[in-house]
T-cell receptor, first 115, second 114 residues
Framework: DTEVTQTPKHLVMGMTNKKSLKCEQH?????MYWYKQKAKKPPELMFV???????INESVPSRFSPECPNSSLLNLHLHALQPEDSALYLC??????????????FGQGTRLTVV | KQEVTQIPAALSVPEGENLVLNCSFT??????LQWFRQDPGKGLTSLLL?????REQTSGRLNASLDKSSGRSTLYIAASQPGDSATYLC?????????????FGAGTRLTVKP
């Protein structure tokens, strides 16, 4: 099973709302990623968790708050977003990079629209 | 930090042609390089993974090469088909910054005409 499951698939939220994106994998991977992708642009790295600890934070605004409650789950909590935050949010997982033999798998993404 | 560049940005070919997509990266201390395919509005599908110690990987009509010392990879697609139309992205993992740093190139948008 090489599946990464993201929920919801689509989300529309107002600028004052609080919502969460969820990502789940059962491949035993210990590195999990959040990417943001705007239309016709490549994925931009936001956060990386390694063994449930935040490993990389690419200076993402605090209105995005990641959480890794266990080795299978990754959440992205959203609060007071702006319309320019509308994008496809992608989750990925892989074995931790120190293992060096790491194939990354991506979910289908959450299409977020901020109104 | 790692910078990844893909050339060309877009490519349109008739069905049946063989084609080459290029990827270059600035930090050669990578763990691996992975090629993905993305259809519009969808997630990324892994095509090929090349570990840093390897020079080549093949899967069906796809062949990817890696020259780590020069910071280059190519994806060769043989006998292209209309179903190959998609955006192809290369991603490099690792480097001096962080073991789990995975960075993408801007992609090559491929159109294969029937």
């Amino acid at each position: 099973d090489t599946e990464v499951t993201q929920t919801p698939k689509h989300l529309v939220m107002g600028m004052t709302n609080k919502k969460s994106l969820k990502c789940e994998q059962h491949m035993g991977h210990r590195a999990m990623y959040w990417y943001k992708q705007k239309a016709k642009k490549p994925p931009e790295l936001m956060f990386v968790y390694s063994y449930e600890k935040l490993s990389i934070n690419e200076s993402v605004p605090s209105r995005f708050s990641p959480e890794c409650p266990n080795s299978s789950l990754l959440n992205l909590h959203l609060h007071a977003l702006q319309p320019e935050d509308s994008a496809l949010y992608l989750c990925a997982s892989s074995q931790d990079g120190t293992d060096r033999v790491t194939e990354a798998f991506f979910g289908q993404g959450t299409r977020l629209t901020v109104v | 930090k790692q910078e990844v560049t893909q050339i060309p940005a877009a490519l349109s070919v008739p069905e049946g042609e063989n084609l080459v997509l290029n990827c270059s990266f600035t930090d050669s201390a990578i763990y691996n390089l992975q090629w993905f395919r993305q259809d519009p509005g969808k997630g990324l599908t892994s095509l090929l993974l090349i570990q840093s110690s390897q020079r080549e990987q093949t899967s069906g009509r796809l062949n990817a090469s890696l020259d780590k010392s020069s910071g280059r990879s190519t994806l060769y697609i043989a006998a292209s088909q209309p179903g190959d139309s998609a955006t192809y992205l290369c991603a490099v993992l690792g480097g001096d910054y962080n073991n789990n740093d995975m960075r993408f190139g801007a992609g090559t948008r491929l159109t294969v005409k029937p």
